[in-house]
Structure formats: structure tokens, C-alpha cells
């Protein structure tokens, strides 16, 4: 079993930044597909970014392409997620997910095996 634990969210202005960090327990996710996805209320989740687990591909929502960056610490067994110029758009609940599933990371959601619970993150414009 894997646990993931985001951390990092919070209040901050348009134009901000904040870095996520989802850490894994349990097992290693060295060889893990992870995601970063978000969730408003009433809303379905959203992948903003994912990472193989080579870190050799990444993928990116139209909606954050240029503004958001995804990458991992191997020794750590954390996953980044960079956001910078950030939008009141860019409000919503985000979690990490770990897939088992090797190769080009995937925006969807039945693609991850594990999920955390979520960081708040809240742009006031």
C-alpha cells in the first residue's frame, strides 16, 4: 500500500507562487506514474500535470501549461508541483495520485491507484 500526503496549499494573491509537495510512505514510488490533480466542489477532478516515473515525460493541462512544473525527488519520495503567476482560476482542492502503470502519464483519473487527500489552495485576485 502507498500513502500520499500533499502539503504546501494555502492562502496566496493573482500573481503568486506556491510549491506542492506530496509525499509517499508505505513503499517507494520510484517506480510509480505520478499526477497532480485538482477539485472544486460539485466538480470532477482535474489533471493539471503528471510525471512518468523516469521524469522523461511529463504532461500539462492547457489550462497551467507555462505556469506549472511537476518533478520528483527520488531519495525523498516527494512530488513537486510548482505553480507560479497563479490565477484565482487556480482555486480548487489538489491531490497527488500514483499509478502503477508504466509509460506517458495519463490525465485520467482511473489511471491512478492511489490518492491523497488533498491541500487547499485559494487565490484571492
Known amino acids: 500500500q502507498v500513502q500520499l500526503v500533499e502539503s504546501g496549499g494555502g492562502l496566496v494573491q493573482a500573481g503568486g507562487s506556491l510549491r506542492l509537495s506530496c509525499a509517499a510512505s508505505g513503499r517507494t514510488v520510484r517506480s510509480y506514474t505520478m499526477g497532480w490533480f485538482r477539485q472544486l466542489p460539485g466538480k470532477e477532478r482535474e489533471c493539471v500535470a503528471g510525471?512518468?516515473?523516469?521524469?522523461?515525460?511529463?504532461y500539462y493541462s492547457d489550462s497551467v501549461k507555462g505556469r506549472f512544473t511537476i518533478s520528483r525527488d527520488y531519495a525523498k519520495n516527494i512530488v513537486y508541483l510548482q505553480m507560479i503567476s497563479l490565477r484565482p482560476e487556480d482555486t480548487a482542492v489538489y491531490h497527488c495520485?500514483?499509478?502503477?502503470?508504466?509509460?506517458?502519464?495519463?490525465?485520467?483519473?482511473?489511471?491512478?491507484?492511489?490518492w491523497g487527500q488533498g491541500t487547499q489552495v485559494t487565490v484571492s485576485s
Open positions: 510525471i512518468s516515473w523516469s521524469g522523461s515525460s511529463t
Open positions: 495520485a500514483a499509478s502503477t502503470t508504466l509509460g506517458t502519464p495519463s490525465p485520467q483519473t482511473d489511471y491512478y491507484d492511489y
